[in-house]
């Protein structure tokens, strides 16, 4: 199939833009308002949690009630996973139920909010970095600052790299939990799935460079782009286009060196660029695009399409019709149902948990 790679990596794709986008935006929008004040860590974790647990938390209770009410999940399963959603830790440990499936993957339609857990983990780990990019001075506490992120690099790297490395944490998983973490068994209950995939200690490669390019960019604010500056940034931008269209054709067009970088970091380097270059071409075609108000309403609106987009894709392929069809119906009903979602839900959700949570 000419766009089975196409499809397959579109996931990946989104999965990188989450990740890295998240890093940039915290470290940009947070990184002069904390100023070190304990009380400012305190808002920023609230204004971040509040913003993601309530729809969170609605989509668990809505797949909780019709996982038990189908009678799929036994209960003594869904009794030890509660506690995990609950804290939005499901995915920070690899555990599976006594059905063989992963605690992050025992709800078919909350499965998604793995990502959110994993992000929750990368809000915990954020006041580390902020400390050493805008508080640390010492030259010999910033080297070990280098030494430490880039031990981290390394290790996502590692991680990263598992697609082609898999039987090596495949037999690490076998030899803890046994045969039913195996690749052979399920891939995505597998325990290497769960290592390079899912897991928090994998995704902090795109967070933390989400975080470098707001920290640059906040340093180089309203500077004027040189002449090898300029060439650089169109250079880069050719060579972003060439490197996912060569991910998305087919493995035998597939170009190596693009095929190695892919595999060591995924699509993390391309977003890390494009973000560079939407702050410092704001009028750029890209850039234009991105800032029209549909454009907008849509990032707006992301948190409640992903939520619910699920639930849609499993409803219109009930429904007679053909592929092309249950799509659009899809389609609309998520924009629809994502902005009444977003106005009468997620927003007075959100400021009356922040209202609970703040400071008196």
Not at 14 to 20: A, L, N, R, S, T
Not at 113 to 123: D, H, N
């Amino acid at each position: 199939m000419f766009f089975g790679r196409f499809l397959a990596n579109c996931a990946f794709l989104g999965m990188d833009i989450f990740f890295v986008l998240s890093g940039f935006i915290i470290h940009y929008n947070y990184s002069v308002k904390i100023n070190g004040s304990l009380k400012k860590f305190y808002a920023f974790f609230v204004a971040r949690f509040s913003r993601l647990y309530p729809l969170f938390l609605a989509t668990f209770i809505i797949d909780l009630v019709l996982v038990t009410r189908g009678g799929g999940v036994p209960w003594p399963d869904v009794l030890r996973v509660i506690p995990f959603f609950i804290s939005m830790s499901q995915s920070w440990f690899y555990q599976l139920a006594s059905t063989g499936a992963t605690f992050y993957y025992i709800f078919p339609r909350a499965s998604i909010t793995w990502s959110v857990s994993t992000e929750m983990l990368m809000y915990a780990f954020y006041p580390l970095l902020w400390y050493w990019l805008v508080r640390v001075r010492s030259f010999s506490l910033k080297m070990t600052g280098i030494l430490t992120i880039f031990s981290i690099l390394v290790l996502s790297s590692a991680f990263r790299c598992l697609h082609t490395n898999e039987a090596f944490f495949d037999r690490i998983g076998v030899s803890i939990f046994g045969d039913i973490s195996s690749v052979s068994r399920s891939p995505e209950f597998s325990f290497s799935f769960w290592v390079w995939y899912v897991s928090p200690y994998s995704r902090l490669l795109q967070f933390i460079c989400g975080i470098v390019v707001a920290d640059y960019c906040l340093k180089q604010f309203d500077r004027v782009l040189n002449r090898s500056e300029t060439i650089f940034v169109k250079i880069g931008s050719l060579l972003s286009f060439l490197y996912v269209l060569e991910t998305f054709l087919p493995q035998k067009y597939a170009f190596p060196l693009f095929d190695e970088i892919f595999q060591l970091f995924g699509y993390a380097p391309i977003v890390c660029f494009c973000i560079y270059y939407c702050y410092v071409c704001p009028v750029g075609h890209f850039s234009r695009l991105l800032s029209t108000s549909w454009c907008v309403r849509l990032g707006e609106r992301s948190y409640s399409i992903y939520i619910w987009h699920i639930y849609f894709y499993g409803f219109v392929l009930m429904l007679p019709g053909t592929r092309f069809l249950h799509v659009v119906m899809a389609w609309v009903g998520i924009y629809i149902f994502s902005a009444i979602s977003y106005e009468w839900l997620e927003k007075p959700l959100r400021q009356r948990m922040r209202k609970l949570l703040s400071w008196a």
